[in-house]
């Protein structure tokens, strides 16, 4: 036995932490924005068969705090480092994606994207566009988003989804 019994918890959930980090990282942002009954199951089951890995026999209240406490930390050591360094940044977090310009598609990245013209369809009704010649820019946001900006900027909507520091740095322009 060691001298903090909890040392292999925090061990156990730093790893999985980084394995699930890695694996949504492998299969791709879009898969998080667009979550169907299938995809909850699969979250469910996935929560429940990795917390065994992290508290290990330990199944006491303590040790299941120890593993969520830990988490909690490891996410937000995690958000700041991306947020002050560069580096780190570019590692975890995905880039914007263009998947319309002035009109034109790009198959290679809706491809690479596995995102379906039904799909870029929905967004564009979504936004109130009919037809991909009136979309200026479309792009996949970090956050599994499509978001689209219109030819016509009178018709120009916001999606549903806004983070907090986004519309500060909107306010200042």
Known sequence: MTQFPYFDIILRSVAVYFFMT?????FGKKELSQLNTADVILILLISNS??????????????GL??????????????????????????L???????IHD?????????????SDEELKEAMREHGIEFFKNV???????????????????????THYKRRHNRKNLQKF
């Not at 917390?51 to 006491?60: E, F, H, K, L, R």
């Not at 909690?72 to 590692?91: A, P, Q, S």
């Not at 009109?103 to 995102?115: A, E, P, Q, R, V």
């Not at 200026?136 to 916001?158: F, V, W």
């Open 22 to 26: 890695i694996a949504l990282r492998v």
């Open 50 to 63: 990795v917390q065994n890995a992290m508290v290990g026999p330990d199944t006491s209240l303590t040790g």
């Open 66 to 91: 120890v593993a969520a406490l830990v988490l909690f930390v490891i996410n937000y050591v995690i958000k700041k480092l991306t947020h002050r360094y560069k580096i780190f940044g570019d590692l």
């Open 93 to 99: 977090l995905d880039k914007p994606q263009i998947l």
């Open 103 to 115: 009109g034109k598609l790009d198959f290679k990245t809706l491809s690479k994207l596995d995102i």
């Open 136 to 158: 200026k820019l479309a792009m996949l946001e970090i956050d599994g988003t499509i978001s689209i900006i219109s030819e016509d900027q009178q018709k120009l909507k916001q």
